[in-house]
């Protein structure tokens, strides 16, 4: 199973970033899907969640009408499209999936808010 990641930078606030997550190695459409986050001397948080179909999705409350998750199943990659981005998103966000009760990650994307 890989998980890789992509799509962070640095951005002003107010601005936007589609991360995307290619997956390998597992059938992507039979599984759910997450993103994290993790700020400097935080903890890692669960940002939003998708389901296997792509038509239930749940988000944390820091980012909910900011940030869509989607995914295309035929390319095996699940999005996080990040609008009004502000300072506090800075984090390194992270893939992730519960694979056959193993719990998998990526190597995480850098996204950076500041003017």
């Known amino acids: 199973v890989q998980l890789v990641e992509s799509g962070g930078g640095l951005v002003q606030p107010g601005g936007s970033l589609r991360l995307s997550c290619a997956t390998s190695?597992?059938?992507?459409?039979?599984?759910?899907m997450r993103w994290y986050r993790q700020a400097p001397g935080k903890e890692r948080e669960l940002v939003a969640f998708i389901n296997f179909a792509g038509r239930i999705t749940n988000y944390a409350d820091s980012v909910k009408g900011r940030f869509i998750i989607s995914r295309d199943n035929d390319k095996n990659t699940v999005y996080l499209q990040m609008n009004s981005l502000k300072p506090e998103d800075t984090a390194v966000y992270y893939c992730n999936g519960i694979i056959v009760s193993s719990n998998y990650w990526g190597q995480g994307t850098q996204v950076t808010v500041s003017s």
């Open positions: 190695g597992f059938t992507f459409s039979n599984y759910a």
